[in-house]
Every structure is written in structure tokens, then in C-alpha cells.
């Protein structure tokens, strides 16, 4: 019992430093999403069968791209018998909040209405998605 509360503390301890302000490469956010998706802990199986099949991967590429995440602070991981479990210590609406400002300050200068008008320059919207748009405009004033 006392293995499992220092994994928790030590996990609790993580959260606070997670640095948000890291993009991580495409494979290594698959990789989070999974672990977010998936109820935690997460074993090593669970993401190569989520997520490793998928992306052709053999099970040292998925586990290399573990430590990376571990390395970074995104993960947590302890050995129970012959399996390893993963614990995300990165929040993953904080996460998606920061790369998602980020992206809409790079590439559109911090325009809300510049980014979706790159998203929605060819496409017409209907009454009902006009309506929809100003009641979570007004929501947000």
C-alpha cells in the first residue's frame, strides 16, 4: 500500500510541474491522447494495441517513445510484476489550451476571427450554425 501512495504522491508532485509550454511531436501526442483516452494505469499492451498497431509500430519504438514522454515529465511509470503502467501527469485540457493558443497566435496573430476564417473560407454556413455561433458569442461576451 505504501508503494501505490508514494507512486501518487510522486505523481501529484509531477502535475505541478508539468511544462505545457512543450510541442510535442505527432508520434508522442498520439501517444497522450491514448493514455488520456484510455482508463489509467495504462499498460504498455493496452497502448500497443490502441496505438502502436495503427502506426506500425514494434514495442521498442512505442517504449522509446515512453521514455521520451517520461523524460519530459508527461508520464509517470512504475513496474508491477512484468508489466509497466502509465500514469499521464500532464492535464490534458491544459495541454490542448496551451498548443491550441499557441497555434492561433503563430499562424493567424492571435486572431480568433483570422483562424477561422482560414478553417471556413470555403464553406457557407446555414442559419442554424450562424445562430449557434452568436448564442456562444454572446456567451462568452
Known amino acids: 500500500m505504501t508503494e501505490?501512495?508514494?507512486?501518487?504522491q510522486q505523481l501529484e508532485r509531477m502535475k505541478g510541474e508539468v511544462d505545457y509550454s512543450v510541442k510535442l511531436p505527432d508520434a508522442e501526442m498520439d501517444i497522450m491522447l491514448a493514455v488520456w483516452e484510455l482508463e489509467p494505469p495504462v499498460t504498455t499492451s493496452a497502448l500497443m494495441?490502441?496505438?502502436?498497431?495503427?502506426?506500425?509500430?514494434?514495442?521498442?519504438?512505442?517504449?522509446?517513445?515512453?521514455?521520451?514522454?517520461?523524460?519530459r515529465g508527461f508520464l509517470l511509470s512504475y513496474k508491477n510484476g512484468k508489466e509497466r503502467y502509465y500514469l499521464p501527469a500532464a492535464d490534458r485540457s491544459l495541454y490542448v489550451n496551451q498548443i491550441t493558443r499557441?497555434?492561433?497566435?503563430?499562424?493567424?496573430?492571435?486572431?480568433?476571427?483570422?483562424?477561422?476564417?482560414?478553417?471556413?473560407a470555403?464553406?457557407?454556413?446555414?442559419?442554424?450554425?450562424?445562430?449557434?455561433?452568436?448564442i456562444w458569442l454572446k456567451n462568452r461576451k
Open 4 to 8: 501505490q501512495n508514494d507512486i501518487m
Open 49 to 71: 494495441e490502441k496505438i502502436g498497431k495503427r502506426r506500425g509500430w514494434k514495442a521498442p519504438t512505442l517504449i522509446s517513445f515512453l521514455a521520451r514522454l517520461e523524460n
Open 102 to 120: 499557441r497555434f492561433v497566435d503563430t499562424c493567424h496573430g492571435g486572431s480568433f476571427v483570422r483562424m477561422l476564417d482560414a478553417l471556413f
Open 122 to 134: 470555403d464553406r457557407e454556413f446555414g442559419d442554424s450554425d450562424i445562430d449557434e455561433l452568436l
